[in-house]
Each structure stands twice: as structure tokens, then as C-alpha cells.
């Protein structure tokens, strides 16, 4: 079973920046990470996708060209670059990775402890 954790949430104002990190313990046959977020009394959502292996990535459209997730395989990290961030982007915000291929939602089942971001003025 993987390990991971989050970490770099925080407060920040409307129009600011944060950049989170999920530490994975292995990283090896792993087909995509993702983040999702979780707001109290909600489900958690998908955010964003990068395929292991290709490099490719995948956005929610409400964070469409301020978010972007990348891998660092030497050093097993998992980052979400937060830029421009909104009010309603405030949730705690957790990885996840899946050695399945499709990559759909619902093959991501196994997560961190969370990292809070909250967004206000």
C-alpha cells in the first residue's frame, strides 16, 4: 500500500498563490496521479490528472490555466501549483494514485491526510 502526504496549504488572499506538495512512498507501476478536493458536508472532486508516464495532464475547467499539476519522479513528489486563487477555491485538498490504466475517478482510491487551503479576504 502507497503512502502519501500533503503538504503547503495555508491561508492566502483572493489573487494569491500556494503551491502544494504530496509525498508519494512509491511511485514505481503507477499509471496517473490526481488531486481532488473536499469541502465539510461534500464529496470529494476531481481536479486535476497527470499521466505517469507521458507527461500528460487533465484540468477541472473552473481551474483551467491557474492550476498546474507536475511530477518530480526522483524525488517521489507530487505538486499542485495554485495561482490566481478565488474564493471558492478554499477545501481541503488531497493525491491520490492508481496503477490502473483508465485513469477514471473512480480508480483512485487510496489517499493522503488532506492539506486545508483556504481563500479569503
Known amino acids: 500500500q502507497v503512502q502519501l502526504v500533503e503538504s503547503g496549504g495555508g491561508s492566502v488572499q483572493p489573487g494569491g498563490s500556494l503551491t502544494l506538495s504530496c509525498a508519494v512512498s512509491?511511485?514505481?507501476?503507477?499509471?496517473?496521479m490526481a488531486w481532488f478536493s473536499q469541502v465539510p458536508g461534500d464529496g470529494r472532486e476531481w481536479v486535476t490528472t497527470?499521466?505517469?508516464?507521458?507527461?500528460?495532464?487533465y484540468y477541472r475547467g473552473d481551474v483551467k490555466g491557474r492550476f498546474t499539476i507536475s511530477l518530480d519522479n526522483a524525488k517521489k513528489t507530487l505538486y499542485l501549483q495554485m495561482n490566481s486563487l478565488k474564493p471558492e477555491d478554499t477545501a481541503m485538498y488531497y493525491c491520490?494514485?492508481?496503477?490502473?490504466?483508465?485513469?477514471?475517478?473512480?480508480?483512485?482510491?487510496?489517499w493522503g491526510q488532506g492539506t486545508q487551503v483556504t481563500v479569503s479576504s
Open positions: 491520490s494514485v492508481t496503477s490502473e490504466s483508465t485513469c477514471f475517478e473512480g480508480d483512485f482510491r487510496d
Open positions: 497527470i499521466y505517469t508516464k507521458t507527461g500528460d495532464t
Open positions: 512509491d511511485t514505481a507501476g503507477s499509471e496517473c
